[in-house]
Structures are given as C-alpha cells and as structure tokens.
C-alpha cells in the first residue's frame, strides 16, 4: 500500500497503562478473532502465527523473535539497538495505521453523505502492555477491538515490536483490513446493528445468538472489502495488495483456529465465520462496495 508521506488521522491517541488486577471481563464488541487462553497461553501463539502470517514474505520474522527473547541480557549493545529497531518499527506502524484510519474516514464520509447521514469518526487507541477501555481493560493478549461504548478501536502496539522494520518496505494491506474491519464496527455502531446484536445477545441461547455473532463478523469483512475497493480507486494499492487482505481474512477464520488449536471445528461455535465466508465477505465488499448489499449475512440468517 501507499501510504509514505501522506495525511494521517487526528484521531489517534496513546492509551496509558491500566494497573492491573481491575476491570473485570471486557464488554468489548467484534475483535477480530476470538483469541482463546490467557496471556502465555495458547490463544497468544496463535495470534503471533496469524500476525506473522499477515507479514509474510517479510525476511527473518521468526529468528526476530528469538533473538528478542534470548540474547537481551547477553549483549547489553544489541539489545540497545534492538530497542531502538524496535521503537522505528512501533513508530512506522502508528504512521501507517494513522493513515489508513485517515483513509476510512475519507471513504465512511462519502458513504454516509449517500445517505444524507453524517458520519462520526471513532478513535484510534494504541496501546502497549495494556489500558483501559470503558469496555474493561484491554490487554496484549486480545486481539484489536472495537469498543462502542467510547467509539474507539484498541490496538496493542508492543505486540508488534518484534516484528522490527518490516513496515519499511511499504506496508502491508493485510493491517489495513484489519484495522478496516475494527472500523466495520464502529459503523455498525452507527447505523444501530451492534446495539440490535447485544440485545439478541441477552435473548438468544447461544447457538443462536452465535448466528447473529457471524453475521456481523462477516458484516465487519465486508467492509473491510468495500474499503479497499475504495482505496484502490484512488490509488493507494500496489499488486498483491487484495489477495492480502483475503488472504489474511481467511486465515483467522474460526475453523481455521479451531483446526490450529487442536479442537474439532464446530460450526455451532463459530463466532465469526469460517475461512471461505471471511474471504468471501470481503470479496462481496470489494465487489458492490455498498452498504444494502451487505445486510445479505443478516438476511441469510435461518
Ligand atoms: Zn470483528
């Protein structure tokens, strides 16, 4: 993506550090995977594969990693530079993610003047280690979410430190969509579907509700589709930059996490789609980039 020397958002701030043992169990709406297992556990090595497989083809990303975790005390020098890698590649990230909230502002703008509404931009909180969210306290080891509540979407950037330079070679389009698929979201939110969704949550057993919870999964997805077509128009993207994005959509899928957690898929458990559903609502998105067509997941629902 092309994103190097242009407009960033207004809308991003740092979030401070929660203390922790507070704020109990988040009401957060619509990450975008469901991580499983606490901090150390499960759920955190596979949102680090996901994360390393939406950079792949980026040189040395596991051998990063390692040498964060091994070789800090041995060499105080490297480790000096390491952070200071690290701090440039925290710092390139929050430019590239403050443009691309620049450009879903740009594209929710046009969409929402259609409809003679107007829309409010939500706020961008990156964070490292943790703070809090009037949605509870967000933490490493979730994934980025949406919280409505405060019209923010939390992204955790010490995750990313070991991921070192990586954004200097241009970006990449799979963070893109993820953030594209947080700001799905918070458009939801506007348009009045998260709060329909949480009163079916407090209605509906669970299988059932889950219906919904996929729905508006894909619906987010969509989005995220409906956004890069726009982006594209205008010539921000660079080859390969869609199959990415759908590539990184199918690979947190819920079978495919469940497969990756060891777990039988169970199709009554999927929160927000399988992996052909996910690329395919993001395909759906790209393809008519309107908002009726998108109620489609909703309407499917038996
Ligand atoms: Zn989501």
């Known amino acids: 993506m092309k994103w190097q020397d242009r407009q960033r958002s207004s809308n991003v701030r740092k979030g401070s550090k929660a203390n922790s043992g507070f704020g109990g169990s988040p009401r957060r709406s619509g990450p975008i995977f469901i991580p499983r297992g606490g901090k150390g556990g499960l ?41 200071t890698d690290q701090a440039n590649a925290r710092d390139t990230l929050e430019d590239f993610l403050s443009v691309v909230l620049k450009d879903t502002e740009d594209v929710w703008h046009a969409k929402f003047e259609e409809m003679n509404a107007e829309y409010v931009e939500p706020t961008m909180v990156l964070f490292e280690e ?55 979201h ?50 921000y993207l660079d080859p390969g930059d869609i199959e990415e994005a759908m590539d990184a959509a199918a690979s947190i899928g819920d079978d495919r996490i469940q497969e990756m957690s060891g777990r039988n898929v169970n199709v009554d458990t999927f929160t927000h789609g399988s992996s052909s559903q996910r690329k395919e609502a993001f395909d759906l998105g790209y393809k008519y980039h309107d908002i009726n067509n998108s109620m489609v997941f909703f309407e499917n629902i038996n």
């Open 43 to 83: 759920g955190s090595i596979i949102f680090i594969l996901i994360i390393m497989f939406l950079l792949k083809g980026i040189s040395g990303i596991g051998s990063d990693i390692n040498n964060t975790n091994n070789q800090n005390m041995d060499n105080p020098k490297q480790y000096q530079n390491q952070s």
């Open 130 to 184: 943790s703070t809090r969210s009037a949605c509870g306290v967000a933490s490493s080891d979730m994934g980025p979410f949406y919280c409505p509540i405060d019209e923010s979407i939390y992204i955790d950037v010490d995750f990313y430190r070991q991921l070192k330079n990586q954004f200097g070679a241009g970006g990449d389009f799979a963070f893109a969509y993820v953030l594209a698929h947080e700001v799905g």
């Open 186 to 235: 918070h458009v939801q939110n506007q348009l009045g579907i998260l709060d329909k969704t949480s009163k079916l949550r407090q209605t509906l057993p669970t299988k059932e509700y889950n219906k919904y919870s996929v729905a508006q999964e894909l619906q987010a997805d969509y989005f995220g589709g409906l956004f890069a077509f726009y982006v594209e128009q205008k010539g």
